[in-house]
């Protein structure tokens, strides 16, 4: 059971898929399902005894394709419409343990290299919209399974908050021809305080108004719209800056720390997109050493994130982090 | 405080040349899966 509802309270779409009660929880790392199909073994979610990195899609989706009718009608205030989309399951590697940032950069390299393709190819999709790249990092996120990999959802519509950041960008771009995210990376910059990492072609800074205490951006220097319009060189520094990152994350406190890793990018409906500007938000859910940062009535509710930290004061301890991640 | 970098970043080393190839698997329920692997890529020369 599957179908896109309208929240006519809030203006966006909620999916629901009645078949993802039923997904692998927390299996043993000999039945993991990501792992390699060995001699003998059980057969997992990838036939093959090796493998480089593989995607396919998920057994659990949240999109169909095709999609199901849906199970109830709609009316004119709260329309119903059928969950057509893509959501695919990108395994990072064969090997069962480790994280993204244990990774070896050409790895991430490469899987920079999957990720672009997989925009390309799901957002020619007449029926996609927005491809959306992310990796939830621990069970206090809801990972269900702790072999390394993310996920991509290729949507029939433009997610709601990818969608306000572009209608903010677009506005800025209307008023004063210039995009937005360059003009807030170029503030950053100037004052240099957030700032915990910079390459060849990639920054990354704790942002003025985080929401987290150490919410990250991840961005390419230059204006790039999407994964599709990346070099290889800023492919190379992107993953290089997503390894020297997550590496810190989890020098920060001594203990893997849990995670949200979100692209942001140019949709794929075919419209035109000014204010487009690649951006990778990391949304860490620990506040301090064994403290989680929860999102409760203020900011569930009322949509407003309570920082209890400064971003100033954050981004040194990031810094060193990182440094000691590298190490 | 934070003090600026007065040099520029250290440039990474050049990414390896590495060609995407992938290879298509459907399974019995219809769902696909894509085997991704990396050849090396031969740069050309460009000699007269």
């Known amino acids: 059971m599957s179908e896109l509802r309208w929240n006519a309270h809030l203006g966006e779409w909620t999916m629901t898929s009645s078949v993802r009660m039923e997904r692998t929880y927390h299996p043993p790392a000999d039945f993991c399902p990501l792992c390699p199909t060995k001699p003998g073994a059980f057969e997992t979610e990838v036939p093959e005894p090796d493998y480089d990195i593989v995607v396919f899609e998920n057994r659990f989706p949240s999109l169909f394709d095709p999609a199901p009718e849906p199970v109830v009608p709609g009316t004119e205030l709260s329309p119903v419409e059928r969950s057509q989309g893509r959501c695919e399951v990108v395994v990072y590697t064969p090997e069962h343990s480790g994280s993204f940032g244990q990774l070896p950069l050409e790895r991430i390299y490469r899987l920079a290299l999957v990720w672009q393709d997989r925009y390309r190819e799901l957002g020619a999709l007449e029926f996609v919209d927005y491809v959306l790249i992310f990796e939830n990092r621990g069970r206090e996120v809801g990972v269900t399974l702790d072999h390394p990999h993310g996920q991509l959802y290729a949507f029939p519509f433009i997610p709601t908050i990818p969608e306000r950041e572009l209608a903010l960008a677009g506005e800025h771009h209307a008023r004063t021809g210039r995009c937005l995210t360059c003009d807030l990376l170029a503030e950053e910059q100037a004052d240099g305080r957030r700032i915990v990492f910079e390459n060849e072609h990639c920054v990354a800074y704790i942002p003025f108004a985080a929401r987290y205490p150490y919410e990250l951006m991840v961005l390419p220097r230059v204006c790039t719209p999407s994964l599709a319009e990346m070099t290889e060189p800023q492919l190379w520094s992107l993953a290089e800056a997503l390894k020297a990152v997550t590496l810190g994350y989890d020098a920060l406190f001594g203990e893997p720390l849990p995670y949200m890793m979100i692209f942001h990018q140019a949709p794929t409906d075919g419209g035109v997109w000014p204010g487009a500007h690649l951006h990778v938000e990391f949304h860490p859910l620990q506040r301090s050493a064994g403290k989680l940062k929860y999102r409760a009535s203020v900011e569930s509710g009322g949509g407003n994130f309570i920082n209890d930290s400064l971003p100033e004061d954050k981004a040194p301890e990031m810094r060193e982090a990182i440094a000691r991640g590298a190490a | ?48």
């Open chain 2, 1 to 48: 405080m934070y003090e600026k970098p007065t040099d520029k970043p250290t440039p990474p080393p050049t990414p390896p040349a590495v060609r995407l190839e992938r290879r298509l698997h459907t399974r019995e329920d219809g769902r696909y899966l894509l085997y991704y692997t990396f050849a090396p890529r031969e740069e050309r020369s460009c000699r007269s």
